[in-house]
């Protein structure tokens, strides 16, 4: 079936980066996704990715995808204080309905 | 406000009860999703509607409710409360099949307490 594992909890310095990895399973899926959730928010788009693309880079913000291995990572540059929130992977599900199966999320911690 | 809105954004209630969350958005978009997180769980889908009048179930559908008679609402209704059900619950939307991005717009969640 389909399902989204990701670590649980990274915690960096502030100025470092942060690299945030998700393992899915269906290798069908056409688009992934990251999403960020602020504290007491609901969830917004980060960035997504296109099952054909291997890397994607918007500003800070880097995702590498890995089809053989079915690995996404989120690499995010000179992580800042505000970067603290939960980023959580997703894919868009096999069937036609668009829905969209999260992982747990990661929670990052930015130190100052 | 354009957007999409959810009520209560907090709620207590008691073991039994019936309780309706409710979700509305300006956008007309098509698709609405009913999702909850717990910790260390994630996302998980409840419910979710193409369309007016068309609802299918999603990943954890047991113990609720949903319709949608209206393109711009779509509440969740927990017919008989119960503890396992306390969790933030979160409404979402997102356009037409065409939006191919898949970008899921999400409302600010309700927090609902089964004593």
């Known amino acids: 079936g389909e399902d989204v594992e990701q670590s649980l909890f990274l915690s960096v310095r502030e100025g470092d980066s942060s690299v945030i990895n998700c393992t899915y399973t269906?290798?069908?899926?056409?688009?992934l996704y990251w999403y960020k959730q602020e504290p007491g928010a609901g969830l917004q788009l980060l960035t997504y990715?296109?099952?054909?693309?291997d890397m994607k880079q918007d500003q800070r913000l880097t995702v590498l995808l890995n089809k053989k291995d079915k690995h996404l990572s989120l690499r995010i540059a000179d992580t800042q204080t505000g970067d603290s929130a939960i980023y959580f992977c997703?894919?868009?599900?096999?069937?036609?309905?668009?829905?969209?199966?999260f992982g747990s999320g990661t929670r990052l911690l930015v130190r100052p | 406000d354009a957007g999409i809105t959810q009520s209560p954004r907090y709620k207590i209630t008691e073991t039994g009860r019936q309780v309706t969350l409710m979700c509305h958005q300006t956008?007309?978009?098509?698709?609405m999703f009913w999702y909850r997180q717990d910790l260390g769980h994630g996302l998980r889908l409840i419910y979710y509607?193409?369309?007016?009048?068309?609802?299918d179930k999603g990943e954890v559908p047991d113990g609720y409710v949903v319709s949608r008679s209206k393109t711009e609402n779509f509440p969740l209704t927990l017919e008989s409360a119960t503890r396992s059900q306390t969790s933030v619950y979160f409404c979402?939307?997102?356009?037409?099949?065409?939006?191919?991005?898949?970008?899921?717009?999400f409302g600010e969640g309700s927090r609902l307490t089964v004593l």
């Open positions: 979402a939307s997102r356009g037409l099949a065409g939006d191919n991005t898949g970008e899921l717009f």
């Open positions: 269906d290798s069908s899926s056409t688009y």
């Open positions: 990715i296109f099952s054909n693309m």
């Open positions: 997703a894919e868009m599900g096999r069937d036609s309905s668009y829905k969209l199966i």
């Open positions: 956008w007309s978009h098509s698709y």
């Open positions: 509607s193409a369309a007016a009048d068309i609802t």
